[in-house]
């Protein structure tokens, strides 16, 4: 059964800071992962930006609460290719592409694009990309069981794990996955928004829910 926590606010990842809190907090190493040290965690305030036009696939945006909107969209235009890894669940195949790592101010952003490889029907990720914990209760409960902040960040340099930026009450600032649905050979990108590494941090390990880990991945700055 999923945990539960403090009600959450929902904050769009694709966005600018107006307002930046950072904390940090000790944490148990992961395992294999050069045993980070520390977790880093920051708190924003954002402003929403429009969401990427879509390409014909299947799809809807979850909702989100407070000033934001859905990270997640319908690819519309090729992305950059940093890395690459297939998965499985049940009987749907797709693969996982991370487009981007890149920091702007005190905020590094990931998107990550997932494609649907069957040669027919759909798949509807639904909670595939979550952390699993449930992070809001009452009319929360659902928007935060399925969002995209299973998504963390790796620095191997400095020995620290990165966890998804929340907002004041707590609900990620990444991408919704409620209600999408990808069509087969179709991509849908999604986004998450993380504390910036220090500046001599060149490229971090990215960790999916249910996709094998991506070592190395560059950082653009």
Excluded: H
């Excluded at 954002?46 to 000033?67: E, F, Q, W």
């Excluded at 920091?103 to 990931?110: D, T």
């Excluded at 490889?117 to 992070?135: E, H, M």
């Amino acid at each position: 059964m999923l945990a539960s926590r403090s009600a959450r606010s929902w904050l769009v990842a694709t966005a600018a800071a107006s307002a930046v809190l950072l904390s940090a907090g000790c944490s148990p190493g992961s395992k294999g992962i050069a045993a980070p040290s520390a977790t880093e965690t920051v708190t924003v305030t954002v402003t929403a930006s429009p969401a990427p036009a879509a390409d014909g696939a299947a799809g809807r945006p979850g909702t989100g609460n407070d000033t934001a909107t859905s990270g997640a969209s319908v690819a519309a235009a090729p992305l950059p290719v940093l890395a690459q890894a297939t998965s499985a669940d049940n009987q749907n195949t797709y693969r996982v592409t991370v487009n981007r790592l890149s920091v702007s101010g005190q905020l590094l952003q990931l998107t990550f694009s997932v494609t649907d490889t069957k040669a027919d029907g759909f798949w509807i990720p639904g909670g595939a990309f979550n952390n699993g914990i449930r992070d809001a209760d009452g009319p929360l409960a659902s928007t935060d069981s399925e969002t995209a902040d299973g998504a963390t960040l790796i620095d191997t340099k400095n020995a620290k794990r990165y966890l998804v930026a929340r907002g004041p009450s707590g609900l990620c600032a990444c991408s919704s996955t409620s209600g999408v649905v990808i069509g087969a050979g179709k991509t849908v990108s999604f986004t998450a928004t993380f504390k910036a590494p220090p500046a001599d941090v060149t490229a971090m390990t990215v960790m999916i829910p249910k996709v094998p880990t991506f070592a190395n991945v560059p950082v653009q700055r």
